[in-house]
């Protein structure tokens, strides 16, 4: 079975901080796929980024960058100087993708994160 | 960029009536996904379609039904609703290779 963990449940940060979000997960397959998404106040979910577990590259977006790290199961996101913007529930999620695994999405609990002004 | 839609936006029901969810996916995806969100909780998968049948299934009541369109479009239709049906309802469309799934605003639906 897949499985999502992210341990934080709410963070809270003053503006221009750097937070970084945790996501560690469980998985067989040997195919898959891991994601962060975004969800503001206004309830949308954002797609933010995809890793697909062959490619072990770090990935840097602006003020976002994501930490894969297979050896350790995990796959955490990094906002550096935080604005009152980014403050959202962020999920990270697994599928097995589309070659025989299953394309559900395993979401984690989400992280709250709060970005004080 | 078109993203996906869904209608109605929002959705005041009594117990034991019915709704209806529409989903429009994005021109071209092939792939349609349905979650359910409940207050403070993560996404739950429900039921995917592609190329009009169904690929995948979830935790899905059994008062749930859906399905897709010959011009994609999806719909859920949930019967005898419940008090715990209140929720957020989600399509995703995805297009062929069904990796990354596009979210639409979702369905805040509310029995009372």
């Known amino acids: 079975a897949q499985k999502v963990t992210q341990a934080q449940t709410e963070i809270s940060v003053v503006e221009k901080e750097d937070v970084t979000l945790d996501c560690v997960y469980e998985?067989?397959?040997?195919?898959?796929?891991l994601f962060w998404y975004k969800q503001p106040p206004s309830g949308e979910l954002v797609f933010l980024i995809r890793?697909?577990?062959?490619?072990?590259q770090n990935e840097i977006s602006g003020r976002y960058s994501w930490n894969f790290q297979k050896s350790t199961s995990s796959f955490n996101f990094t906002i550096t100087a935080s604005q009152v913007v980014d403050s959202a529930v962020y999920f990270c999620a697994l599928n097995g993708g589309a070659q025989g695994g299953s394309e559900k999405l395993v979401f984690g609990k989400g992280t709250k994160l709060t970005v004080n002004p | 960029a078109a993203g996906v839609i869904q209608s109605p936006r929002h959705l005041i029901k009594e117990k034991r009536e019915t709704a209806t969810l529409k989903c429009y996916p994005i021109?071209?995806?092939?792939?349609v996904y349905w979650y359910q969100q409940g207050p403070g909780q993560d996404p739950q998968f429900l039921i995917s379609?592609?190329?009009?049948?169904?690929?995948d299934k979830g935790s899905i009541p059994d008062r749930f039904s859906a399905q897709q369109f010959s011009d994609y479009h999806s719909e859920l239709n949930m019967s005898s609703l419940e008090l715990g049906d209140s929720a957020l309802y989600f399509c995703?469309?995805?297009?062929?290779?069904?990796?990354?799934?596009?979210f639409g605003a979702g369905t805040r639906l509310s029995v009372l």
């Open positions: 995703a469309s995805s297009p062929a290779g069904r990796v990354i799934q596009y």
């Open positions: 379609f592609y190329e009009k049948m169904q690929s």
């Open positions: 021109p071209r995806h092939d792939t």
């Open positions: 998985t067989r397959d040997t195919t898959y796929y």
């Open positions: 890793r697909n577990s062959f490619d072990e």
